[in-house]
């Protein structure tokens, strides 16, 4: 038992699923927040033992599964949304604790809620911190990524509500600020604050350089700030857009429109037009928060 922040932790044993940015980065918060925590972190490739090591955790590395779940009372599920599934029915067939609770990191809920709860019914808790980066893999890690970020759980009609208030205290004990949401919901919310940035960083870096990357030498901080995360992960974010892809559609939808606005107001010269989504966006924006 430890005590964080005003917040108890009472997991008997924390095992996370995969090594990367966000495995590794919930391994180094617990480890800082409660050293004497049974904690594990599994990988299928024996080549994670060595990022692990580097990271001052490699004592908490198991390749086998059945070793690494055993015992837990929290599983957290690091890995891509596709590979989630699979998984869940190997941990099934090695066994799980009785009291084991199952969540996750993904950036898509619905389909993964669907499927890992036909598996194994509320006791999966969906749950998604909204931290991160461009920048991927153990190397990247950092103990402090949870902190003041949004995490979005995605209870269903089959969570017991003492199930999804522990998976809660989970992300609450690392700083997370807790929100609730649908698992339709939720895909649909990020999709708006996520997915579409993320493409629309992609398409302006091909728009911009695609046939002439020599304009680079003359980028600024303007360039590198809307362009930053189109640096992420091809694989791990073609997964995400496949996964959420009827709620990405709609925000193309929406894109097109706004586009449509803004070709419309050049071409006709619209100068009023032009200034007022300008200005509409200028005060969109600004309600952002500082973090």
């Known amino acids: 038992m430890a005590q964080g922040a005003g917040l108890m932790f ?13 495995g590794g980065s919930l391994a180094l918060a617990l480890r800082a927040r409660v ?19 580097a990271r001052g955790l490699g004592d908490c590395f198991e390749a086998e599964l059945g070793a690494a779940i055993a015992g837990a009372s929290m599983i957290v599920l690091c890995t ?15 066994g799980l604790e009785g009291d084991a609770l199952v969540t996750d990191v993904g950036s898509v809920k619905r389909p993964v ?34 902190e003041k970020a949004a995490c979005i759980l995605t209870p269903t ?9 522990r998976v809660g205290a989970f992300w609450e004990f690392l700083g997370a600020r807790l929100h609730e949401l649908t698992p339709q919901a939720h895909d649909e919310a990020v999709a708006r604050i996520s997915h579409l940035p993320h493409l629309m960083a ?6 911009a350089l695609e046939g002439d990357e020599a304009v680079l030498r003359f980028s600024a901080g303007g360039f590198r700030d809307t362009t930053r995360v189109a640096a992420g992960d091809p694989t791990l974010w073609r997964g995400i857009l496949e996964g959420n892809r009827a709620a990405v559609l709609a925000r193309l939808d929406a894109v097109e429109l706004a586009l ?7 071409q006709q010269g619209n100068t009023d037009l032009l200034e007022q989504r300008l200005a509409r966006a200028q005060e969109l924006r600004q309600r ?3 973090p």
């Open 113 to 146: 809620v669907e499927e890992l709860q036909g598996l194994i019914g509320g006791r999966f808790v969906g749950s998604h911190p909204m931290a991160g980066s461009e920048r991927t893999g153990m190397a990247a890690a950092r103990a402090d990524l949870f």
């Open 10 to 22: 009472l997991e008997r044993k924390v095992a996370i699923l995969g090594p990367g940015l966000l």
């Open 260 to 266: 449509g606005q803004f070709r419309q107001a050049l």
């Open 288 to 290: 952002l928060q500082a």
């Open 80 to 94: 891509p949304i596709g590979s989630m599934a699979s998984l869940v029915r190997q941990m099934v067939e090695v």
């Open 157 to 165: 009609q089959l969570n017991a509500a003492a199930d999804v208030q």
């Open 35 to 53: 050293p004497q925590l049974p904690l594990c972190l599994w990988a299928r490739r024996q080549s994670a033992a060595a990022e692990v090591q």
């Open 202 to 207: 992609v398409l302006t870096t091909l728009a």
